[in-house]
Structure formats: structure tokens, C-alpha cells
């Protein structure tokens, strides 16, 4: 069982280029979660899901749209990537919808550099 | 706003020691807390969750307690080993639609 898998692992990015940042989860949970770790700031979430064909808005939303198309899959683009955006991405899922207690499980991350 | 602060960037005990991280938190309590573990490069590990209406939680060397009087979560590791080693995140959950917020965390070593 891979659990949650995200491509790319790494990624160089002009600035002003569109960019999708893959997530995959085999577990079937309900929803999903994108998150983003910057030195000092922690985990901030940017966009959730809590079923397929819904998504919210989380903490730091701006530059960011997700789509939640089956209950596998919940990609992140980035329209016209700024240097702010330059981070380490986790793509997280958690079995219930409804957001009770609930624990997250992680994706490896992606590192991203926009120049 | 809610504000979620980890008591240090860094602790640093001996081996065999008994490790306490922080955890504090402003403003309206929590319905619940998690602890993570995140290792460099990997993505956090989820430890240990509690309820705003237990006091404490035990799972084999790790012991969670949860003060809602004075907004806070302690977070132990008993007998600490160099592989406990790592950086600890507490989450806490307010029942609202942004869901759950993260501490910016401790990074903890442990040297033998």
C-alpha cells in the first residue's frame, strides 16, 4: 500500500509559469489537503477537499486552485508562479469528511523553487 | 486570530532523559489536539490525539496532556533514545472550515 504518493519530488520554476503539483492517495479517504512549510511558519493549509467534488478554501488560498475531480486525486496549480510561492508542498488525507477528530496522513512532499 | 506557539525552535537532552516539549495556544480551546513527528525531508507522522475533555494520554513512551484552563499541551517521551530525534508538531482543531492549524514546531535532539 503506497498510501499518498506526489510528483514531482522536486521542482525548479520560472516565474509567471503555470505549474500542477500531483497527489494520489490509494486509502479511499474522504478528504484531502494541501499544505504548505516554510522555515519558521509551520504547516499552513492552502486548499481542502472533504469529498470528491468539493473543495475549500484554507488559510493561504491566494495564487492556488485545487480541483477534486474523484476521490483519488486532488492536484494543486499554481496559475503564474511568484517566488513567495517558493516552499515544501504536503499533500495530507484524512478518512472523515465531516472534520471530526481525525488523523492526517502525509505525502512525502515536493520542493519548490520559483526563480 | 488563533495563535498556536511551541515553546522552543530547539531542545536538546540526554539520552535516557525524560524530553517535555509545549505546546500553547491563545484565544477559544480546541475541541482536540494532535502531535506529530516529522523527520527532515519526510512528511509529518501523526503520534497522539486528544479530546478536550481528557486530561492525559498515554501511548508507550509518549504521554500527552491537555490544560484547557491554561491553553496548553505538554507533550513527553519517557527514557528518550538519539532516535526519537526529530522535529514534533502540535495540530489543533477548532471545528472550523480551515480545519486543523499547526504549531510551527520543536525540533528536538537527543544526544547519547
Known amino acids: 500500500i503506497a498510501g499518498i504518493t506526489q510528483a514531482p519530488t522536486s521542482q525548479i520554476l520560472a516565474a509567471g509559469r503555470r505549474m500542477t503539483l500531483r497527489c494520489t492517495q490509494d486509502?479511499?479517504?474522504?478528504?484531502m489537503y494541501w499544505y504548505r512549510q516554510d522555515l519558521g511558519l509551520g504547516l499552513r493549509l492552502i486548499h481542502y477537499?472533504?469529498?470528491?467534488?468539493?473543495?475549500g478554501k484554507g488559510e493561504v488560498p491566494d495564487g492556488y486552485s485545487v480541483s477534486r475531480a474523484n476521490t483519488d486525486d486532488f492536484p494543486l496549480t499554481l496559475a503564474s508562479a511568484v517566488p513567495s510561492q517558493t516552499s515544501v508542498y504536503f499533500c495530507?488525507?484524512?478518512?472523515?469528511?465531516?472534520?471530526?477528530?481525525?488523523?492526517?496522513?502525509f505525502g512525502p512532499g515536493t520542493r519548490l523553487t520559483v526563480l | 486570530s488563533q495563535k498556536i506557539e511551541q515553546n522552543s525552535e530547539a531542545l536538546n537532552i540526554q539520552e535516557g532523559k525524560t524530553a517535555t516539549l509545549t505546546c500553547n495556544y491563545t484565544n477559544y480551546s480546541p475541541a482536540y489536539l494532535q502531535w506529530y513527528r516529522q523527520d527532515p525531508g519526510r512528511g509529518p507522522v501523526f503520534l497522539l490525539l486528544i479530546r478536550e475533555n481528557e486530561k492525559e494520554k498515554r501511548k508507550e513512551r509518549l504521554k500527552v496532556t491537555f490544560d484547557t484552563t491554561l491553553k496548553q499541551s505538554l507533550f513527553h517521551i519517557t527514557a528518550s533514545q538519539p532516535a526519537d530525534s526529530a522535529t514534533y508538531l502540535c495540530a489543533l482543531d477548532f471545528s472550523s472550515a480551515s480545519k486543523i492549524i499547526f504549531g510551527s514546531g520543536t525540533r528536538l535532539s537527543i544526544r547519547p
Open positions: 477537499s472533504n469529498t470528491a467534488g468539493t473543495t
Open positions: 495530507a488525507s484524512s478518512e472523515s469528511s465531516s472534520g471530526s477528530v481525525d488523523e492526517q496522513f
Open positions: 486509502m479511499r479517504h474522504n478528504a
